[in-house]
């Protein structure tokens, strides 16, 4: 009997760690795959470096943007999605 309630505490563990950690990831994940995509030319994006500029031009895994000082190539995966959200709803 004390067998399966260590197996049933396990399991209890596992849930609670599934949905405090690793589903909330998963979702974040998702959210950050869906705003790469949903990128078109002329967004205003801030990476997650802290550089500010707006969408120049799209590729399939890297975009252009134009910054104060010129032209850089990035990453898709370095645009912050919440730093872009908060400076799109700035507006």
């Known amino acids: 009997m004390e067998q399966y309630g260590n197996i049933l505490l396990f399991g209890a563990m596992f849930v609670v760690m599934y949905f405090f950690m690793i589903r909330p990831q998963q979702k974040r994940m998702k959210a950050e795959k ?10 205003k994006i801030i990476t997650k470096s802290g550089l500010h500029g707006r969408v120049a ?13 010129g032209k850089l190539k990035l990453e898709r995966s370095a645009i912050s999605l919440e730093l872009s959200k908060q400076l799109n709803e700035k507006k």
């Open 57 to 69: 031009e799209l590729a399939e895994r890297t975009v252009i943007i134009e910054t104060m000082s």
């Open 34 to 43: 869906e705003f790469e995509n949903s990128l078109k030319v002329g967004d």
